[in-house]
Every structure is written in C-alpha cells, then in structure tokens.
C-alpha cells in the first residue's frame, strides 16, 4: 500500500478508514483523508508505540493489517467499500488464514503486473469457473463472489448449509475456481486506488481524453491499456472488431476496443490459458448491469444450458436472454462455449449506470446466491 497523507482521496483512503475503524471504533468511511481521518490515525500510531505523525506509510499499515485481513473480525469480506487489488489481496488473506483448505493463487499478472488470483474451494472432480470484473467499472461483482465464497467456506467449516444445500457435500463433490478480479489496474483506476500522478494514470487519462463522451474515470471498462478484456477472446473476434470499429473504437479506449489480435490483453490471455488447464464443465461470468443472464453463442446451445439458465431465472428474477449482436462475440463466456459446448453464462447484475452504487449491494448477492450455487449443482444434470 503507499504512503497516505492528509488531502488524499480514493479507494485506497477507504482502506485506511476501514482498518481504523475496526481497529479504533466509529469512523466515518468516505475516502476523505480529512481530520477525523488524521485524528483516528494518529491515536491508533500512538496506541501501537509508532510515531504519531498521521503519516499511513509501511509501519503504520503493517500495523494494521491485522485488522485489515479480518483476524479479529466475525466477517472478513467488507461489502460497503469501493473495491481496489490491495483490498481483494488483504481480503484473500485473511480468508486463507481462517479457511486454510481455500486454495489461493496467482493465474497470471495484470499490464501492471498486478496479480490475477484465484480462489479454489473443492474436492470434486466436477469442476466450475466463476469470475468478476472484466470490465474495471463493474467491480462491484467482486464482493459479490468473495462474499459467497466466505459463506461457503464458514459452511464447510461449520457444517452448515446455504438455501438448503449442504456445504460440505458440495465441497466433496465440486471444484469450484473463482477469479474475484480479473481487470484489477482498471479497478484501481476506476476507484481511485491508482496514483493520480503515476504514468499508468496519465496514459488513461490521456486515452480518455480521446473520448469525451465517456466520463472518466468512473466510464472505464478497459483494462490500463485501452483494451477491452471481453472482446478479446478468440470467437468471432474478427466480427467484433468490424462493429466496434465502425462504431469509433479503432485504437486504446475506455471501453469497446478489442485489441490489435486476440488475447493480446495479458488479463486476457490468463484468463483463458487457466480455463484451458482447468477443463470447467461451467463457467460464469459477472459483469453489471441489466438483471439479465445470456446464455447461448451464435447458434451454439449446449446440452443443459437451457434448462439449468430457467432455473436461474426461477432463482433469481432475472431474464434469460440472447446477448444483443453488437456485443455478441469476443467474450469469455462465447469462447467458453465455442472451445467445450458447456453450460457457460454471462450475468449482467443489478441495474442502473455501472459503477453500480454499493447501495444495490445486497440485493444483487440475494438475487445472484441461487445462480452461484446452481453453478456447482446444475453440473449434475
């Protein structure tokens, strides 16, 4: 994490305030490094023996990290914060810590080098894919996954059961891969997480400048390069970079741009070379927004798709639909299904302009719970 001072402002900030409040009590978490930031911070240095200098640098936050990670905390996965890759690594830790068979690994580095982590739950040899976040403005997905999967693992752990199906049988019998954050430098970008005077943060800023229309930063689906991680893929790539260049999306963009060749973005090319390894009998993809689920590519319909995406409508209350031909190819999900002909879903969750508010939080994750367990069960059929 970098050094924090009074005046900064972000997702990173959000961080600090939520270590501080659970380590010091009541704290206002706004992303405002103001005085009562300052004041909190200054007493948590002088509690811990440190210099109380108000300064968040390396001491400061190894001594919260602690907090950060969850060691003295019911829940560890917070669902009330903008998302960031030092969030989702401190988070993961924790999990790890408290559910030591959770198996945590990086699939692959970002354009920043960032790691891209997976979370695998699971002893079964029928195996599913999950992930969240392709596009760096739908980061709310993210806790949508890591919550479940703390859910789970406290059922496995405990012996309990979620909409009444039992925890440790599904543990026994299913592998599940989950990729809380593929996109995570346009995560950090979206939610302030990324220095603003950084290059990485000036070269957006300056692709952005080439599309006024589209607000910046909160506008920003791409990955730091300009590059759309889901219209990489290579099905009907070519048929995807004839629309979105018609449509102005010819060089590096906040969104739509589908690169000089497929997975030419490295998040990109991660995300289908573990795909490859693993061998998921299913996958699903997160993005935002719509209460939709496309389930089918090009005339493709695999065996069971159909009848298990109706049982996520029944689940959820969100429509089963064709993805719409100016977004149809490229995708994870239609690469998914074009290489296996498996069950593989795109759910666009919640509704409104992403980034979607944190105030529609938990009735995307009561909506989406169904689907995220009929992905493991619906293997059966």
Known sequence: ????????RGSIVDLLQWGLRRARGNLQIDGIFGPETLHA?????ASMGLVSDGVAGPLTWAALRPWLTGRYSR????TKLRWSS???ELVLEGLHARYPFLQIDSIGTSALGRPIWQAAIGQGSRRAGYNAAHHANEWITTPVLLKFLEQYAAGVAQGGALRGLDCRRLYENYTLDIVPMVN?????LVTG??????????????????FPRIPFPEGWKANIQGLDLNLAYPANWEEARQ?????GFNRPAPRDFVGPFPLAPPESRAMYERALEADYRLILAYHTQGRVIYWKFDDMEPPGSYALVRRMEAASGYRAEITPPYSANAGYKDWFIQEYNRPGYTIE?????SPLPLSQFGEIYRDNLGILLLGMVGLED
């Open 1 to 8: 994490m970098r050094t924090l001072w009074e005046g900064d």
């Open 41 to 45: 911070l200054r007493g948590f240095q």
């Open 75 to 78: 829940m560890i996965v917070p």
């Open 86 to 88: 030092d969030l989702l």
């Open 184 to 188: 995570p430098d346009g995560v950090d």
């Open 193 to 210: 997480a990324l220095e603003v005077t950084s290059d990485a943060w000036r070269s957006a800023r300056e692709i952005a400048a080439q």
């Open 243 to 247: 629309i979105k260049f018609a449509q």
């Open 349 to 353: 969750a919640g509704e409104g302009v």
